[in-house]
């Protein structure tokens, strides 16, 4: 399979939270990322977890690290029509290279 | 902070001419930039690694003599598409690392992209 899986997509209604999962196959990834891509953009960092963490928090984003099963999540909590974009998880290899998912595309229906 | 920048932000040209696109890092230094390409509906492919003062290192695959990579400074890193063909087209992103320091998380930081049509 493919080194980051992600699903390819998710709806949710307005104000429900959002779950968005990862998998990835290399343990050694130290460092990892949810990036956020609206239409026409780049990516906007949104949060990165460290591989010795299993959560971290930043206001509606949960991340959630289970490094045993390689599994990662991002929780957005009251999800708003803005939230619409595509998520892409990645992981970092030991060349700082990022290598990422196929991405999420979160619709949030009003 | 950690603000990067790709100009032009779309670009239309002819079949057969180079096209030159800069990335910079605005508020901070950027030893490493990193050359995506991404495809309609699809993730971002990484080209090639930027280094400042050296070479780049390019991925397998793409051609090192059509995609000219430049990081002639700390905050400015350049790719020329030459001789562009309609399958060159594609949207391109540029990313550099910011350093943290003390936190140990190299982080990178993603321009807006540059949306490149040859006609």
């Known amino acids: 399979g493919e080194d980051v899986e992600q699903s390819l997509f998710l709806s949710v209604r307005e104000g429900d939270s959002s779950v968005i999962n990862c998998t990835y196959t290399?343990?050694?990834?130290?460092?990892l990322y949810w990036y956020k891509q609206e239409p026409g953009a780049g990516l906007q960092l949104l949060t990165y977890?460290?591989?010795?963490?299993d959560m971290k928090q930043d206001q509606r984003l949960t991340v959630l690290l289970n490094k045993k099963d390689k599994h990662l999540s991002l929780r957005i909590a009251d999800t708003q029509t803005g939230d619409s974009a595509i998520y892409f998880c990645?992981?970092?290899?030991?060349?700082?290279?990022?290598?990422f998912g196929s991405g999420t595309r979160l619709l949030v229906r009003p | 902070g950690a603000v990067v920048s790709q100009h032009p932000s779309r670009v239309i040209c002819k079949s057969g001419t180079s096209v030159k696109i800069e990335c910079r890092s605005l508020?901070?230094?950027?030893?490493?930039m990193f050359w995506y390409r991404q495809f309609p509906k699809q993730s971002l492919m990484l080209m090639a690694t930027?280094?400042?003062?050296?070479?780049?290192?390019?991925e397998q695959g793409v051609e090192k003599d059509k995609f000219l990579i430049n990081h002639a400074s700390l905050t400015l890193s350049t790719l020329t598409v030459t001789s562009a063909h309609p399958e060159d087209s594609s949207f391109y992103i540029c990313?550099?690392?910011?350093?943290?320091?003390?936190?140990?998380?190299?982080?990178?930081?993603f321009g807006p992209g540059t949306r490149l049509t040859v006609l």
């Open positions: 990313s550099a690392i910011l350093s943290t320091g003390t936190s140990g998380a190299d982080t990178q930081y």
């Open positions: 977890i460290f591989s010795n963490m």
């Open positions: 990645a992981r970092m290899d030991s060349s700082y290279k990022l290598i």
């Open positions: 508020d901070f230094q950027a030893t490493t």
């Open positions: 290399d343990s050694s990834s130290t460092y």
């Open positions: 930027s280094n400042e003062g050296s070479k780049a290192t390019y």
